[in-house]
Nanobody, 127 residues
Framework: QVQLVESGGGLVEAGGSLRLSCAAS????????MAWFRQAPDDEREFVAA????????RYADSVKGRFTISRGSAKNTEYLQMNSLEPEDTAVYYC????????????????????WGKGTLVTVSS
C-alpha cells in the first residue's frame, strides 16, 4: 500500500499563489509518476498536472498551462504544485495521485487510471 498526504491548501485572493505538496510513503513501486487532480463542487474530478519519476517529463491541463508548475523532490517521493495567478475557477479540492510508470507519454491521465490517491486539500480562491 502507498499512502499519499497532501498539504498546502488554503484561502487566497484571485491573482495570488499557493504551493501544494504531496508526500508518498509505504510500499511505493520502483518507478511511478505522480499527478494532481482537482474536483470542484458538483463537478467531476479532473486532471491538472503530472510528472515522471525522473522529473524530466511533465504534462498539464490546458486550463493551467503557464500558471501552474509541477515539480518533484530530490528524494522522488514528494511532488509539488506551484499555483500562480489563481482564479476563482481554480477553487477545488486538489488530490495527489500516483501511477506505475512504464512509459510516461503513454499514460492516460484519468481518474480510473491512477493507482493510489490522497485525501485531498482544499484550495479556495476568492474574487
Amino acid at each position: 500500500q502507498v499512502q499519499l498526504v497532501e498539504s498546502g491548501g488554503g484561502l487566497v485572493e484571485a491573482g495570488g499563489s499557493l504551493r501544494l505538496s504531496c508526500a508518498a510513503s509505504g510500499r511505493t513501486p520502483g518507478s511511478y509518476a505522480m499527478a494532481w487532480f482537482r474536483q470542484a463542487p458538483d463537478d467531476e474530478r479532473e486532471f491538472v498536472a503530472a510528472i515522471s519519476m525522473s522529473g524530466e517529463l511533465t504534462r498539464y491541463a490546458d486550463s493551467v498551462k503557464g500558471r501552474f508548475t509541477i515539480s518533484r523532490g530530490s528524494a522522488k517521493n514528494t511532488e509539488y504544485l506551484q499555483m500562480n495567478s489563481l482564479e476563482p475557477e481554480d477553487t477545488a479540492v486538489y488530490y495527489c495521485a500516483t501511477v506505475w510508470e512504464h512509459h510516461f507519454p503513454s499514460i492516460r491521465w484519468t481518474t480510473y487510471g491512477m493507482d493510489y490517491w490522497g485525501k485531498g486539500t482544499l484550495v479556495t480562491v476568492s474574487s
